[in-house]
Structure formats: C-alpha cells, structure tokens
C-alpha cells in the first residue's frame, strides 16, 4: 500500500521521490498548548511540520516586550533558520493551539536537503511566503486600526484551524495585537456587534467569514496570495 498522503500542506508539495527521502526521519508528535518548538539564542534541534493547531513565532526585546510576528499552522514549518543555513534564532516559537505534527531532527533535514535540490527549492519558496507575511504583519501593527489587525489575525487563524471555533484566549490576542487586554476586549466587542463572530471565554467562532474579510481589508489577503503563488492552493 502507498503511504498516507501527509496532512501538513508544506510536505504534501514536495516531489514523490524527495518525500519519499523525507518519511524515513519524521516521527508523529502531539503538540500540547504551550508546548516550546524554539527558544531564542539556543540550538534548533528539531523541526516541525504541524498537521493541526498553530504555533505562534514571537520576537522578544530585552526589556521583556513580546509581539507575535508570525503564525505557522498545517502550511508551513519551524526551523526556517536551518533551512537558511543557520542553527538558531532570537525569536520563541511554541504552540498556541494544540495539535500534533511530523517532527525531524535539524541534521537529518539539513542531511536530506543536500542531496534534494528539488525539496530545497519548495521549502525556500515557504521561507519567503513566510517573510512576506512577517512584513505584513509590520505594516498591519504600523498603519491598520486596531479591530482590522483583530480581523485579519482572526481570519489567519481560521485558515489554520479545523472549524469555525478557534481556542485564542484575550492572552494571546493581546500578544497577536501587542495591545492591552482592554484593547482586545473593545475590539472584538465591535467585531461581535456587527455579526461577525461569537465569542465566549477562551474561544472565538467565526460567523461571517466574508464580513471579516471586509473588516480587515487591505490587511488581509497578499500574504495569502503569495503562499498560493509560490506552492499552490
């Protein structure tokens, strides 16, 4: 029988015969909330293909001021500085949803890429649907009212979660934001008075899709296209 075609989106790209290379060194792994994939400054030992739930990259100053700068989910996958030829970086990534995920060894990627330029290319291609969304990210937190930059985070974390209802507590949103609880709380009160999602303690289901596209307008929507661009729908 041929193998079960891979739940994470990234894998399911590459060629038959670099995926093939690839199954060897990936073992199964739930990924509890919370759960650290990277930590800032220390050797990347690990990397990870998430099947479900979503990890959260967060960039960290020295006076302890915490902004997430980017989500990972079924798309993508940590370690990006590996795939970049480094072994390390100074952001945090670790789960905000929990899920599972393949899980391989920095070496064994590292080792395996060497010998598939083909797998290479396709993983750069994420690399750079990755940073395209990092600079959005920017520029959404610079110049996007706060209930857009609520919408589009809503709207991403719906493309990584398995239904309507997403887990993201008022802790994480802030940290998504880099705004204060109150803030949180004020703009989601404007999203559920227009219809467009319900939330409840710890937990946020989304109503109308379409509507929350238009909340977030131009904040939402290039980094998207690009991931689709570079490795399909």
Do not use: C
């Not at 739930?30 to 293909?49: C, N, Q, W």
């Not at 390390?88 to 990534?93: C, G, I, K, L």
């Not at 391989?104 to 395996?112: C, F, I, Y």
């Not at 598939?116 to 990755?130: D, I, R, S, T």
């Amino acid at each position: 029988m041929a193998p079960n075609p891979p739940q994470n989106r990234l894998l399911a790209r590459l060629a038959p015969k670099d995926l093939a290379a690839l199954r060897p060194h990936l073992a199964r792994i739930d990924l509890p909330l919370r759960t650290v994939l990277e930590k800032p400054g220390r050797t990347i030992d690990y990397v990870y293909f998430p099947e479900s739930g979503i990890a959260s990259v967060v960039a960290t100053q020295a006076n302890d001021i915490r902004v997430e700068v980017g989500l990972i989910g079924s798309e993508g996958m940590t370690g990006l500085a590996i795939l970049l030829g480094d072994r390390q970086t100074p952001n945090t990534t670790y789960m905000q949803l929990a899920g599972a995920g393949q899980r391989m060894t920095a070496d064994a990627l590292r080792s395996v890429m060497a010998r598939n330029a083909g797998m290479q290319a396709v993983m750069l291609k994420y690399v750079q649907a990755f940073l395209i969304q990092v600079s959005h990210t920017a520029i959404s937190n610079a110049h996007s009212h706060l209930d857009e930059r609520l919408a589009r985070w809503i709207l991403m974390a719906h493309d990584r979660a398995t239904g309507a209802t997403i887990l993201l507590t008022h802790e994480f949103l802030s940290l998504m934001l880099a705004v204060r609880r109150a803030g949180v709380t004020e703009a989601l009160q404007v999203l559920v008075t227009q219809g467009l999602i319900k939330s409840a303690r710890g937990q946020i289901t989304v109503l109308d899709r379409k509507g929350l596209e238009k909340s977030a307008g131009d904040a939402y929507g290039v980094p998207e296209s690009e991931y689709r661009r570079l490795l399909g729908k």
